[in-house]
């Protein structure tokens, strides 16, 4: 167990940009929104797969929709946990950890708000060790985990709780919900024990956004070449190297 505060979340958020090879969004609002948190409520304890007992009520945290929207849009910053105390009163118990569904951009630090506010630990740990585009496409499912019940809710204070029959049809009616709410939700789902979290989950993947962004900055300020630092921890290969002309983003 170690406590995250604010001067580690910048080089997370870099480094889970990275994991993420361009999926989860610009995590610069879910940056703001976890710096205030902890602000706020103290540093997040971060605890490890190990460490979390395996009656644990373990329950992911996100934002579903498009991220583009968001830069306009922007979260009141309570939606998340209106999700989160909306399932657990519809759970009937109390939910004793958080861990982020995936390792990529927003979503990496979207938990921290949550862990903050909640007074709960995040785990290291995420869904796909990268991002991914639908609900269904992470390791959970594998396991047969549902990804229900599953709670939505927006910055106007609408909430949702939905059941389905499998996770591809979570992904159907939790996308449809969402672009009635304006394209974009924070959401609550998947929620499983300790000792499924230790089967389904892929650890120590926040642990590594944060040495990723240490990494850069460290090889910034030396000035190094990041890229190859990054490809030197990940034991990665150079593909092609190139200049960006331009870059359209479009929801």
């Known amino acids: 167990?170690?406590?995250?505060?604010?001067?580690?979340?910048?080089?997370?958020?870099?480094?889970?940009?990275?994991?993420?090879?361009g999926g989860g969004g610009n995590p610069y609002i879910g940056t703001l929104l976890a710096k205030q948190a902890i602000r706020e409520h103290g540093p997040v304890e971060l605890v490890s797969v190990d460490e979390v007992p395996d009656d644990a009520v373990v329950v992911p945290s996100a934002m579903m929709g498009a991220p583009t929207v968001m830069v306009e849009k922007l979260p009141r910053g309570d939606e998340i946990i209106r999700a989160f105390k909306a399932l657990q009163e519809f759970m009937g118990k109390k939910i004793t950890h958080t861990v982020s569904i995936e390792a990529g951009g927003l979503n990496s630090t979207t938990p921290f708000s949550v862990a903050a506010h909640m007074g709960i630990p995040l785990i290291d740990a995420d869904g796909m060790g990268r991002a991914f585009p639908e609900i269904q496409m992470v390791t959970p499912t594998m396991y047969g985990v549902s990804a229900t019940p599953m709670a939505l809710a927006d910055e106007k204070g609408n909430a949702a709780i939905i059941e389905t029959i499998d996770n591809r049809w979570t992904e159907r009616l939790a996308r449809s919900l969402t672009i009635d709410m304006g394209c974009t939700a924070m959401i609550a789902l998947y929620g499983?024990?300790?000792?499924?979290?230790k089967?389904?989950?892929v650890p120590g993947t926040i642990g590594l956004a944060e040495e990723l962004g240490r990494i850069v900055r460290e090889a910034r300020a030396a000035h190094g070449d990041a890229?190859?630092?990054v490809l030197e921890r990940l034991s990665g290969f150079r593909v092609f190297t190139g200049k960006i002309a331009d870059v359209a983003r479009r929801t």
Not at 192 to 197: F, Q, S
């Open 199 to 201: 089967q389904a989950m």
């Open 227 to 229: 890229i190859a630092a």
């Open 192 to 197: 499983m024990d300790g000792r499924m979290l």
């Open 1 to 21: 167990m170690r406590l995250v505060g604010e001067d580690n979340l910048d080089d997370l958020a870099v480094g889970a940009a990275i994991l993420g090879t």
